[in-house]
């Protein structure tokens, strides 16, 4: 995986991100959160959930896949779950840290298990918060709120 986002059109071998649902080809002003999570399950429920909020959702299931979709639907959040099978959510968010284009972008990380650092390893890497699994939907509708987008 490399540093530099690639455009839409070099993506061709990769599975394309496209919304979880469809719009009728008008431009789509709609806040977009991008879900990274390898347990597929959990994934399509935070989507649904999200969904249900109004929210435009994306989901990848890896680093490589959270990166390629960053970079092309400039997400206002990113869903990152911190224990990726190849690349960790703290490689992804560093990598997505070091795009300008996405350098507001508020990124959530997720997590099934707390360990001494982990949070303060978390803000290293540029994650402005850290949600431990099961999600709270009620703190995580907060954070999602619309003033909290830096654009």
């Not at 986002?5 to 009728?24: F, G, K, L, N, Q």
């Not at 639907?73 to 779950?81: C, I, K, R, S």
């Amino acid at each position: 995986m490399t540093g530099s986002c690639v455009r839409s059109s070099d993506i061709v071998s990769m599975s394309s991100p496209t919304p979880a649902d469809d719009h009728s080809g008008e431009p789509d002003r709609r806040t977009r959160v991008l879900v990274v999570e390898d347990h597929i399950d959990l994934a399509n429920v935070l989507r649904l959930t999200l969904e249900s909020m109004g929210f435009e959702v994306y989901l990848a299931h890896d680093g490589e896949a959270a990166f390629v979709t960053a970079c092309t639907v400039l997400p206002h959040y990113v869903l990152l779950d911190l224990g990726l099978p190849t690349t960790s959510g703290y490689q992804v968010a560093e990598l997505l840290r070091g795009r300008a284009e996405l350098e507001k972008t508020v990124l959530i990380a997720l997590t099934g298990r707390e360990q001494g650092d982990d949070p303060d390893r978390a803000r290293a890497a540029g994650i402005t918060h850290y949600l431990k699994k099961p999600v709270d939907l009620d703190e995580l509708e907060k954070l999602l709120a619309p003033g909290n987008i830096k654009r």
